[in-house]
């Protein structure tokens, strides 16, 4: 059996990494969030007062650092060297300002080569935003996956209700609208469906029926 490469991309909130945990684990692949390392490294940057448009600040930051993805049962930890950030990086603060340290070019180029090198064997499930456009360009699988500004930021907000974080639905869709803004217009890699990618409007179906139409399209080009 072969082990295909599947790439996930779309924007902010649009339910990419629940879907790509759940294909990978059906598939028995390995789940690879790229956001993941973006947040790590503008985490890092924060925390070492980093101008966040110096490209070669970051880029020196970013080659003094490991960024690990570690499968748990509690869901993916990060790690940077041997610091657990898994939940530092998910602070308003560093969402905020991610989509500001990944337009930088040199940070691209060494992330994507950090990303290939997770994907060499095949057999990954991959989100992000320039997956199936510049990662992994020949991977069997891509999806582009959307929903509405509305419903991204009302789930994000139910999310966090639920989880009994403090939650304003306004401020969400406009942090969302935001990050997408930056992430669309960048010069480099910007958030883009690849031409031969299939888009998966999730506005109206629940995670089960997204899960599906990927199983579905594994499963023909498998
Ligand atoms: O997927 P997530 O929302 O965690 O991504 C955080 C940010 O990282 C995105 O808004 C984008 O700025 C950046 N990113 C990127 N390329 C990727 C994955 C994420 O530029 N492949």
Do not use: C, W
């Not at 072969?2 to 294909?23: E, W």
């Not at 199936?132 to 991204?152: C, I, M, N, Q, Y």
């Not at 299939?198 to 080009?221: F, G, Y």
């Amino acid at each position: 059996e072969t082990k295909l490469s599947i790439a996930i991309d779309g924007p902010a909130a649009a339910g990419k990494s629940t879907v790509a945990k759940i294909v990978a684990e059906k598939l028995s692949y390995i789940y690879i969030d790229t956001g993941a390392m973006y947040r790590a490294l503008t985490y890092k940057a924060i925390v070492n007062h980093l101008n966040l448009e110096s490209e070669s600040s970051l880029l020196e930051t970013l080659l003094s650092i490991d960024i690990k993805l570690i499968p748990s049962e509690k869901g993916q930890l990060v790690y940077i060297n041997q610091q657990d950030v898994t939940h530092e990086i998910r602070s308003s603060e560093v969402t905020n300002s991610v989509s500001i340290v990944s337009k930088h070019q040199k940070v691209r180029e060494e992330m994507v080569k950090r990303q290939q090198a997770f994907a060499d064997n095949g057999g990954v499930v991959m989100d992000g935003r320039d997956i199936g456009t510049h990662v992994l360009p020949d991977a069997k699988v891509k999806v582009f996956l959307l929903a509405s500004v509305e419903e991204r930021a009302f789930r994000r907000h139910t999310e966090n209700l639920q989880k009994g974080f403090p939650s304003n639905l306004e401020k969400l869709q406009e942090e969302i609208a935001r990050r997408d803004k930056i992430d669309s217009e960048r010069e480099i890699a910007p958030l883009k469906k690849a031409d031969d990618a299939v888009e998966i409007d999730a506005t109206s179906l629940t995670i089960p029926e997204v899960v599906e139409k990927i199983m579905a399209l594994v499963e023909e080009r498998a």
